[in-house]
């Protein structure tokens, strides 16, 4: 993921791009690789998607 915020700011500052610095500031909070939260991340929208594996 690109640190790109689209303009729109960081989703951790309050803005509505997830960057990269966003996913390990996650990481950092929830005491997990940024691999892990990345992982997380994408389980949990294919899971809102209903997208089967």
Avoid: C, H, P, Q
């Amino acid at each position: 993921m690109k640190n790109d915020d689209m303009g729109k700011g960081r989703a951790t500052k309050g803005g509505g791009s997830l960057t990269e610095d966003d996913m390990k500031e996650m990481a950092e909070k929830w005491g997990i690789t940024l691999e892990e939260t990345k992982k997380n991340i994408f389980e949990t929208l294919r899971g809102e998607l209903g997208v089967v594996k």
